[in-house]
């Protein structure tokens, strides 16, 4: 047999997550409210057609107040049903500057961002602590870019770049809507039937994701929208602790944060490339809350 040294520490792992006795989770929800840091980058290649010299990045961060919910049900002793939520409450604006490869930042904005996100997924408890959790979630983001200007001199070495193709800035607002249909996988820690002794419990999670089907609208382009399979991936973490007040009510403290990015995604309608660029989030988060059993 081959030599495998990867058996033994994941055997280990296995035993010290299986061998303590399931225990049926008792049945609770969850509310919290807090600030996520959100970090949105874009990235596009070959704008204006010029090749390597036609890069287009920006990067921009806002922080804004977010809710956020969870739900777990209890079925039996091994199986229970988590729902999750959250959803900015108010949005705050950033600046944002764009650049294009040599020629440097040619324009500039104000931005603000919104999300919201609904899970569900069915949880298996693999012993008094570890449950596994696979499901699907929807969620949709959604921005506003407004007050564009040129900067110079980026603007006009990237317009002489581009002739005879014209680069002007956009009048008005713009708003684009991202939504994506995504399937998950859940490893979650909780110490909440072991708090018997202790007024203290602590739960630490680790998630990823994969998109299923995702749409974009973006009012620029009113007559089309873009949509593709299976682009990108996602991961996210989060740990807490909760204080009991009582025997059923806690309150909470969360700290959260999630990654994703998706490639570009491209279409031709009749002569004309639509395309929109590769993105990533980075969102990091805390809050305050209660939980109650039930």
Not at 60 to 76: A, E, F, G, H, M
């Amino acid at each position: 047999m081959a030599n495998k040294p990867w058996f033994l520490p994941l055997s280990i792992l296995y035993l010290a997550i299986t061998s303590q006795v399931a225990v049926a989770t008792e049945s609770f929800s969850e509310l919290e409210f807090g600030f996520d840091h959100i970090s949105y980058q874009e990235q596009l290649s070959d704008v204006g057609r010029i090749g390597n010299d036609g890069k287009l990045e920006q990067s921009v961060s806002v922080t804004n107040p977010t809710i956020r919910n969870l739900s777990y049900s209890n079925i039996n002793d091994h199986w229970g049903l988590i729902v999750r939520g959250s959803s900015t409450v108010a949005t705050s604006l950033a600046d944002e500057q764009w650049s294009v490869g040599k020629h440097g930042v040619i324009q500039e904005n104000e931005f603000k961002l919104k999300q919201a996100e609904i899970g569900v997924a069915l949880a298996y408890q693999l012993s008094k602590t570890w449950q596994i959790a696979g499901g699907a979630n929807f969620t949709s983001s959604g921005f506003t870019r407004s007050n564009f200007t040129k900067v110079e001199p980026g603007a006009s070495r990237f317009a002489a770049a581009i002739a005879p193709a014209t680069f002007d800035t956009f009048a008005g607002a713009i708003n684009e809507d991202q939504y994506a249909f995504l399937a998950t996988l859940l490893l979650r820690y909780d110490t909440r039937t072991l708090a018997e002794n202790s007024p203290w419990s602590y739960y630490a999670e680790l998630g990823t994701s994969v998109p299923l089907y995702v749409l974009i609208q973006n009012t620029s382009l009113p007559n089309d929208s873009l949509s593709d399979s299976f682009n990108g991936w996602g991961i996210n973490g989060g740990v807490g602790a909760r204080y009991q007040l009582n025997e059923k009510v806690s309150i909470k403290l969360g700290l959260h944060s999630q990654y994703s990015e998706r490639n570009h995604i491209q279409k031709m309608s009749g002569e004309t490339r639509i395309r929109v660029p590769n993105i990533s989030y980075t969102t990091l988060g805390a809050g305050l809350g209660i939980s109650w059993g039930f």
